[in-house]
């Protein structure tokens, strides 16, 4: 092991009355992946933006190379060798990449842009990523977009890098080559840091793992002496069974026909093409594909939010058996049927819920259409978000504090928990536990399987592979805005459907 790159000693930081971070401890070594794990609201997030100059810390020093610093901005992070990779990225549309990567740094007379793009590409060869610096981000793929936010913070010297959930939104194929890219910066002595809840990721990249819970430091441990089971007990602090227990379906019954769908977007691009399929009450359908590849239109084709150019989106009354078509219906008069979409966009915020409004009043939201007063209706919502918060554990002071304070994964169990709790006859979710701990995914699949024994059609859009084929009856594969094949998921493997993931519409890789 290389010299401590940077080191924590009892940093402390606290929003009011919550305690984000209570006396962490923290050593990275240079030549190190480090894994940062814990639960949703341990602190995670809350710790890396302080060494990267978001917030300053109430107590605690911080030491980089043996030094005692003090980090008051981003750019004194910058000065340290820090760069952090956002989960949400922060790049200029109609840029290229080599001019978002340059933006905001200081150069004396006329800015080079050729050897900017000269120097782009040579990191780019150093570390093995593959990128055109003058593309622009508007026509890049997300793991493209990844790329030009790492090599910008290693253009700037960043020897100490930050990356937070980097594979929440890659294809199992790119999140190889990123992990590539990691041990050659490895290599390099660069000190990289991060958080992930994909435990097998963890065990795979990581050199060691530091695990948060309640934001206070549990322990480190050498990854190669863990498991999944032990690194969820550190964070829990009980054991958990890593477990789904899927049952057969029990009499399905058909709920939902697609049959020929179109869809052309405000852009003029086909994004859905001539998609069929059957959707079966008692069953879970598994919706894979490659991002972008059009299952967010899909499902919100289904629900009303989207425009659909042809073919046709069938209910079957599970109460009088009648065909009930949903293409005539409004978004509202399709919920009222019981189909329910809890979509988990990269904006958590932007579907459903308002950050300014507490847990209670969001799951008020869903009433106000029908007509009852907000004043006398809300004993209702009150007992419901106390059950959402008690049953997936959401960490947040009580139910009357504010959605936008509680951190991305809590806000997400409130989503996904209010629409499960609607008692839907069609529940459809897209990417339900993306950012979630291991303990709280778990909770998430168990009451999809609820649904499921309760009637509901379930469709679930995911990205974990082996969630798919451990959770689901079917499994749909989307390429390209068409269906490329449909597997039975209890008889195919993850390269079954990483080929079909790949599949051309044309049948050919």
């Known amino acids: 092991m290389e010299s401590v790159a940077i080191e924590l000693r009892g940093i402390c930081k606290r929003f009011g009355r919550i305690q984000a971070n209570n006396n962490v401890n923290l050593t990275l070594y240079h030549g190190e992946i480090l894994s940062l794990l814990g639960e949703n609201g341990s602190g995670k997030t809350t710790l890396m933006n302080m ?11 911080i030491f980089i190379n043996g030094e005692e610093v003090v980090i008051k901005s981003p750019k004194d992070a910058f000065d340290h060798g820090i760069g952090m990779i956002h989960q949400h990225f922060k790049l200029i549309d109609v840029f290229t990449a080599t001019e978002n990567i340059v933006l905001g740094l200081e150069e004396k007379g006329r800015f080079d842009i050729k050897a900017a793009s000269k120097r782009v590409k040579e990191l780019c060869d150093r570390y093995g990523f593959i990128l055109d610096p003058d593309k622009k981000i508007y026509e890049m793929s997300v793991s493209e977009k990844q790329t030009v936010e790492i090599i910008k913070v290693l253009y700037r010297g960043a020897n100490i890098l930050i990356l937070d959930e980097p594979t929440a939104v890659l294809t199992p194929q790119e999140t190889v ?34 695990v948060l819970r309640k934001g206070e430091t549990i322990g480190s441990v050498n990854t190669a002496e863990a498991t999944a089971e032990s690194l969820t007990e550190m964070m829990v602090g009980k054991k958990v069974v890593l477990n789904i227990e899927r049952t057969d379906p029990d009499n399905p019954e058909d709920r939902l026909i697609i049959d020929g769908l179109n869809c052309i977007n405000r852009e003029g691009v086909q994004v859905l093409k001539d ?39 069938v209910y079957i009354d599970p109460e009088t058996g ?54 006398l209706q809300k004993k209702e919502p009150t007992d419901l978000a106390q059950q959402i918060v008690d049953r997936l554990e959401v960490v947040t002071p009580n139910i009357s504090t504010p959605v936008r304070r509680l951190s991305g994964g809590n806000v997400q169990k409130v989503l996904v928990g209010r629409e499960i709790s609607s008692g839907p006859t069609v529940l459809m979710v897209a990417y339900p536990v993306r950012g979630l701990d291991i303990n709280s ?39 390209g805005g068409r269906i490329t094949g449909e597997v039975d998921a209890r008889n195919t493997t993850k390269e079954q459907i990483g080929y079909l993931m790949t599949k051309s519409a044309g049948g050919e890789e």
Do not use: W
């Open 275 to 313: 998609i069929s399929f059957t959707a079966k009450a008692g069953e879970i359908l598994g919706i894979a594909g490659i991002a972008g590849s059009g299952q967010r239109e899909l499902l919100e084709s289904i629900a009303g939010l989207q425009h659909v150019n042809t073919g046709s989106i």
């Open 441 to 479: 995914s778990y909770l998430i699949y168990n009451l999809l399987n609820k649904q499921k024994e309760n009637r509901a059609a379930v469709i679930f859009v995911g990205e974990d592979l082996d969630v798919l084929i451990a959770l689901c009856d079917r499994i749909i594969v989307l390429g």
């Open 177 to 210: 080559k990123l992990f590539e890219v990691m041990r050659k910066m490895k290599e390099d002595g660069k000190a990289i840091i991060i958080i992930t809840h994909k435990l097998n990721e963890v065990l795979s990249v990581s050199d060691r793992v530091t």
């Open 51 to 61: 060494i990267s100059g978001i917030y300053y810390p109430d107590a605690g020093q």
């Open 322 to 375: 009648k065909e009930k078509k949903l293409r005539d219906m409004t978004p509202m008069q399709i919920r009222s049927l019981g189909v329910r979409l809890s979509f988990v966009p990269e904006d958590r915020l932007g579907m459903g819920l308002v950050g300014n409004m507490d847990i209670v009043d969001n799951m008020m939201l869903r009433s106000y259409s029908k007509g009852k007063s907000a004043f």
